[in-house]
């Protein structure tokens, strides 16, 4: 059991993880790369975006990541995605609180298990100065809320494990999940017979 409660079961029949970190660390890509190896594993599962969940304007002066949006969204599709068969469910997102994780569990009706991304500020800056060429006020934003959201996730840790993505490929980045996730035995492919 972690921490928050969530098991990790030996038979894995409905587990959630969600992907947290900052702007620019790499949650997006390392989810992106936890469903290709479920499905490299035969392990049916479903991939969501948190951002997609919220990309509505403008905010409520209230919710300016519109929160309570994302959780309704963050149900529905989740229900979808299991009546479809999905039994392993990552969320590429941020956590800004441990009422947060509260709330995310309770939307995806199943045990989470939050895996925070961590790498050096220069490296997150780097990124986004690539993801953000041309767009000079988004670029700035996003290194300001960089920063931010290091400083919460620092202070709030509402995760069950932390991994450095300094200098991690990507891949190796989302095998060390599974296998915390899942255990080792669900982290090696299984070959076609």
């Not at 479920?38 to 304007?57: N, S």
């Not at 999905?86 to 009422?99: I, K, P």
Request: aromatic share 4%; with cysteine.
């Amino acid at each position: 059991m972690d921490r928050y409660g969530a098991t990790m079961s030996a038979d894995h029949s409905m587990q959630a993880l969600l992907v947290n970190g900052t702007v620019g660390v790499g949650n997006t890509s390392v989810a992106a790369a936890l469903g290709r190896r479920l499905a490299d594993r035969g392990l049916p599962g479903l991939v969501i975006d948190l951002d997609g969940l919220r990309d509505i304007w403008p905010s409520p002066s209230d919710d300016p990541f519109h929160l309570e949006l994302t959780l309704r969204n963050l149900a529905s599709v989740t229900r979808h995605g299991v009546e479809a068969g999905a039994r392993h469910v990552v969320l590429a997102g941020v956590l800004e609180s441990r009422d947060e994780r509260t709330r995310y569990a309770e939307s995806v009706q199943m045990p989470l298990i939050v895996c925070r991304l961590r790498a050096d500020h220069a490296v997150v800056s780097e990124r986004l100065v690539h993801r953000h060429a041309g767009d000079p006020d988004g670029l700035a934003w996003h290194l300001r809320r960089s920063r931010e959201l290091a400083e919460i996730l620092d202070r709030v840790q509402p995760d069950d494990f932390v991994l450095d993505a300094t200098r991690a490929d990507i891949g190796e980045i989302a095998d060390d999940i599974l296998s915390r996730w899942l255990g080792p035995s669900e982290a090696t492919v299984r070959l076609p017979q």
